[in-house]
């Protein structure tokens, strides 16, 4: 490795360069600064702003002691992959909606007109606009315009990236939805962990992550996945007050189970906020392949965002809009989400019933497609000996924007949750739990 330049530009272009050649590899590491400098006859301090340059551009990561070194693509987990489901495993990790409980997307796709956009045709399904707007209206008090993205996740990916920079502190829910943990990462933002109770984002939580700097909060009003938590309407006009304070922050909120969930939708973004959006995902009500959501923001947000999705480039399929536009209007549709509301809740009641009865204590009623277990055994011990006993389930630490946090926890999926099931698994978890504590002594 021959690192060369006497300008922060030219070190940090000679970096790239061996980077790009395959010269330096990921994970290699760049000499440490007075090392370099040295070597280069330069300045320590224009190393150092060499080295920043490359961690703002995504090239480098810094590691405290362990000093500066190439960028790898981050291992990211996923909701239904490398759950560890293998043979005659019960599937309760997958974070999946029960297919019984999902219209049909083939059906939808044939009904009603549609005729092939070209290119310059709208954005957006006039019919499907209309709709959206006026399920918005319910909720929303101010001003607003409404897009269609590629679902919940690169809605919020898309709205980050269009008004923050790589390095930029951005407030998310500890525990967290896998996907937030991933889009942070692979955007270069740096994360604030705010704890969630039963009621939701903890205030003393996001007022220290503002005081730290936080440019964007992330915010899951109800269901919230991994935890199952929803917002009271005390809790969330606590969020609202401390949001005012700081109006030019970002507060992107992710009403992901907004058509079956059980708890009202409560607003934390508060009327003074120049940049905010609601996102409203249909993949766990019409489906996952329907990558599709609806987002409601301010004039500007819009604009950036509409900028991201003009017409040409990356709009959102009229023909995946066609089909959801027919799900959303169809009577037998809303039928069926009224069932999934019932059922979901009732299977997630059930299971927390059932663990209460071994001993194991949730602290409230979840709403969603999932409950988490706070333990007091390691996590992934529990869950290895779990799936022993035919068993998945996902460790808590996968959740947690800090890994070494949540490590005695597990996220259980309810949703196909059946009552023999829940029987069975809340003995089988309180056994994994004595057999752990046995083990420790």
Request: proline share 7%.
């Amino acid at each position: 490795m021959r690192i060369k330049g006497t300008t922060a530009a030219e070190i940090a272009g000679s970096v790239r360069d061996q980077v790009a050649s395959g010269e330096l590899a990921p994970r290699a590491s760049l000499p440490p600064v007075r090392v370099l400098a040295g070597e280069l006859g330069v300045n320590r301090n224009t190393v150092a702003l060499a080295y920043r340059r490359l961690v703002e551009a995504g090239v480098a990561e810094t590691r405290g002691r362990g000093g500066t070194v190439v960028a790898a693509v981050p291992q990211l987990a996923r909701e239904g992959v490398g759950a560890g489901v293998e043979g005659d495993c019960v599937d309760l990790a997958s974070g999946n909606p029960d297919p019984l409980l999902l219209p049909d997307l083939l059906g939808a796709a044939r009904r009603g007109e549609y005729s092939p956009p070209l290119y310059g045709a709208p954005a957006v399904d006039p019919e499907l606009d209309t709709w959206a707007r006026a399920d918005f209206a319910e909720d929303i008090d101010q001003p607003f315009r409404t897009l269609v993205t590629h679902g919940a996740v690169d809605a919020t990916e898309r709205l980050l990236n269009a008004h923050l920079t790589r390095g930029d502190l951005v407030a998310i829910e500890d525990p967290c939805f896998l996907a937030s943990i991933g889009t942070l990462r692979l955007g270069g933002y740096r994360s604030a962990p705010v704890r969630v109770d039963g009621a939701g984002m903890r205030p003393d939580a996001l007022r220290a992550a503002l005081a730290a700097g936080a440019r964007a909060v992330v915010c899951t009003p109800r269901a919230h996945n991994p935890t199952g938590a929803s917002l009271t309407e005390e809790r969330a006009a606590d969020l609202r007050a401390i949001l005012a304070r700081h109006p030019q922050v970002l507060v992107i909120e992710d009403d992901h189970f907004s058509a079956v969930s059980a708890r009202p939708y409560h607003r934390v973004t508060p009327p003074g906020s120049t940049r905010w959006a609601l996102v409203r995902s249909v993949s766990k009500f019409l489906g996952p392949d329907l990558r599709l959501a609806l987002v409601a923001a301010d004039a500007g947000t819009t604009a950036r965002l509409e900028a991201r999705l003009s017409a040409g480039t990356t709009w959102v399929s009229r023909l995946l809009q066609h089909t959801a536009r027919e799900l959303l209007l169809d009577p037998r549709v809303h039928e069926l989400h009224e069932r999934a509301r019932e059922l979901y809740a009732r299977r997630s009641g059930l299971l927390v019933e059932r663990l209460r009865a071994q001993g194991i204590e949730v602290p409230y009623r979840p709403d969603g497609l999932n409950v988490w277990v706070e333990l007091d055994v390691h996590g992934r011990a529990a869950v290895a000996d779990l799936a022993r006993r035919g068993w998945a389930v996902r460790p808590g630490h996968l959740f947690a924007p800090d890994p070494a946090a949540h490590q005695g926890a597990i996220r259980v999926t309810a949703a196909t949750l059946t009552e023999p099931q829940a029987e069975a698994f809340a003995a089988e978890l309180a056994a994994t739990v004595a057999e752990l504590h046995s083990t420790a002594t």
